[in-house]
């Protein structure tokens, strides 16, 4: 806690203290042209900054190749033609020519070197986006559906993300100062020695919090997943309010029972104009009542596993002097995304695009990044990522359907067969080899496992069947996989864990089924599984339903 002594508090918690301004010495160390990387010190506050000090683990046998990670903040997933043009250029001139999109709507440049941090950070500022706070001990991106509905609700529900992101946003003069004006800082100037963050103080969040916004009956964004979360409840397709959701999160540590993932409480119902304040009295309990003695157990979910929804409530009320109503009747249904054409509005049409992994890039049988760069420059659609790493481009014009289908069809995609079902229900981490927390494959694995369970499925007679498979080379759960009917985590190289059992609208937990499996030995344990499934399944239940009753034994939930 805050109030507890130095020698027990944590060295991110005594660092922050220390600069509260987030500067740390890290202009100093960008004019310094001799060395590739930041110190220690720097190297945790360059997260608040949206950028992750890594290195090439394919290299290390040849010594430490330093290279980072900027993340680009994105509210809601919704970027512009013109937006999106110059994150391609910056992935061209400066990263991997690939653009990531992430499983919180933003996008990933990966591979940028020392040399090129503020020329990307800089042109990221100049088309109206930022780094800030895509990473650190502060407020993440905030997510919203992206699916492209013409409805008050819709809009209204992005509006007060985006008010909420700005919000939420820290104030530090430093971000600027560093990669905008590139001046040199002083520490001693009162402009820093001064300087305390108006919502977050002097020692932030004792870990990251994460921020979403659903609108029922779909689940696209994993809301229950969540720190903090805001169901939309509607009358008449028009918004009246949310109920609010806090305590959930996936992050957790091989061989620690002590940490866990969590799906969020139902808090109770606000009326939509309450939103800032109730958000500021949760950061408020999160600051106080967090954990800053153990980062692995500081994630607010921990708060209200041990102290209980009723005391939270009670906790926020106070700050916020506002009485929760009780929480409204919502139902969620699924959770995917939709792909192909779809009706948008009047003579306007979105179309939603399997991007695997979320990884734009340009293969031999599929060049996704030319074809979209050309979308983009010649038909100026808006762009939205999506929580399951996908895209939908969006106000399109009926006359300029058959044109973008044959560009993409010119490098080598269909737009009107995307895949598998099991493909497009499917996510993976980044992981290997960029990765520092990655203990195994993940998305450069996750292509083989796919096919593999392709042919399962065609062997079995059910090449259709929807069932959401995850994978992620750590434990921390970036891809979300306790949410999935079929989830790998990676445990060593080569090993994962096999978890079952979540169901289609995301909003149950999946259980441990192996605690170490080979990779080579996955497909026969899928194999036995899924014939087992399509011999005992009921009339219509899904695999994560089958998977809790037959295996676990367990009823639905």
């Given at each position: ?22 500067a740390g010495s890290i202009s100093q160390e960008l004019s310094d042209p001799s060395s590739d990387h930041f110190s220690a010190e720097d190297y945790e506050f360059l997260k608040f900054h949206g950028i992750y000090q890594q290195d090439d683990r394919d290299l290390r046998k040849e010594g430490k190749k330093f290279i980072f990670m900027v993340r680009v903040r994105i509210p809601g997933g919704v970027i512009t033609s013109e937006q999106y043009l110059t994150l391609d250029d910056l992935s061209r001139e400066f990263a ?462």
């Amino acid at each position: 806690m805050i109030n507890q002594q130095n020698d027990k508090k944590t060295k991110n918690e005594i660092l922050k203290e220390s600069c509260p301004s987030l500067a740390g010495s890290i202009s100093q160390e960008l004019s310094d042209p001799s060395s590739d990387h930041f110190s220690a010190e720097d190297y945790e506050f360059l997260k608040f900054h949206g950028i992750y000090q890594q290195d090439d683990r394919d290299l290390r046998k040849e010594g430490k190749k330093f290279i980072f990670m900027v993340r680009v903040r994105i509210p809601g997933g919704v970027i512009t033609s013109e937006q999106y043009l110059t994150l391609d250029d910056l992935s061209r001139e400066f990263a991997d020519n690939t653009l990531r999109i992430t499983s919180r709507q933003g996008i990933q440049f990966h591979k940028v070197i020392k040399s090129n941090l503020v020329n990307t950070v800089k042109k990221v500022n100049e088309i109206l986006l930022t780094t800030l706070s895509a990473c650190g001990d502060v407020a993440r991106n905030i997510m919203a559906s992206p699916l492209p509905v013409d409805s008050p609700v819709y809009k209204r529900v992005y509006e007060d993300a985006l008010r909420l992101s700005s919000f939420l946003l820290p104030k530090t003069p430093a971000y600027h100062d560093i990669w905008i004006d590139g001046v040199e800082i002083d520490l001693n100037s009162s402009k820093y020695t001064n300087f305390e963050d108006p919502l977050y103080g002097k020692a932030y969040l004792p870990r990251k919090f994460k921020v979403a916004f659903a609108i029922p009956p779909l689940n696209d964004i994993d809301v229950f997943t969540n720190c903090l979360g805001f169901v939309a409840i509607t009358e008449n397709n028009e918004l009246i309010g949310y109920n609010m959701l806090a305590g959930g999160g996936m992050g957790r540590s091989h061989g620690n029972q002590q940490t866990y993932p969590r799906l969020a409480d139902v808090v109770g119902f606000l009326p939509p104009d309450k939103v800032l304040d109730v958000t500021r009295a949760v950061v408020e309990v999160f600051k106080e009542f967090g954990d800053r003695t153990n980062r692995k157990h500081a994630r607010l979910k921990y708060v209200l596993a041990e102290k209980g929804v009723d005391w939270f409530r009670n906790e926020v009320e106070k700050r916020a002097d506002f009485k929760f109503s009780a929480p409204q009747p919502f139902s969620f249904t699924k959770h995917n995304d939709s792909f192909g054409w779809h009706k948008y509005r009047d003579n306007e049409w979105f179309l939603g695009i399997n991007i695997p992994d979320g990884r734009i890039k340009d293969t031999e049988k599929v060049k996704m990044k030319t074809a979209l760069r050309q979308i983009a420059s010649e038909f100026r659609p808006e762009f939205r990522m999506t929580p399951n790493n996908n895209l939908y481009l969006v106000g399109i014009p009926e006359r300029h359907r058959q044109a973008i289908e044959d560009i993409f069809k010119k490098y080598g995609f269909d737009v009107n067969n995307q895949g598998s079902s099991i493909r497009l229900r499917s996510m993976a981490c980044v992981a290997l080899p960029t990765c520092g927390q990655a203990l195994a494959e993940a998305e450069r694995y996750m292509p083989d496992l796919l096919s593999q369970i392709e042919n399962i499925l065609n062997e079995l007679g059910i090449p259709d069947e929807p069932i959401t498979v995850r994978m992620t080379g750590c434990p921390n759960g970036c891809a979300r996989p306790y949410t999935a009917e079929i989830a790998f985590v990676g445990k060593a190289p080569g090993k994962y864990q096999i978890y079952l059992g979540g169901n289609e609208s995301n909003t149950r937990l999946n259980r441990l089924y192996k605690d170490s499996i080979n990779s080579e030995d996955i497909a026969n344990e899928l194999y036995t599984l899924l014939k087992a499934f399509t011999a005992s399944r009921l009339p219509g239940e899904k695999f994560g339903d089958w998977c809790l009753r037959y295996i676990f034994k367990e009823q639905n939930q």
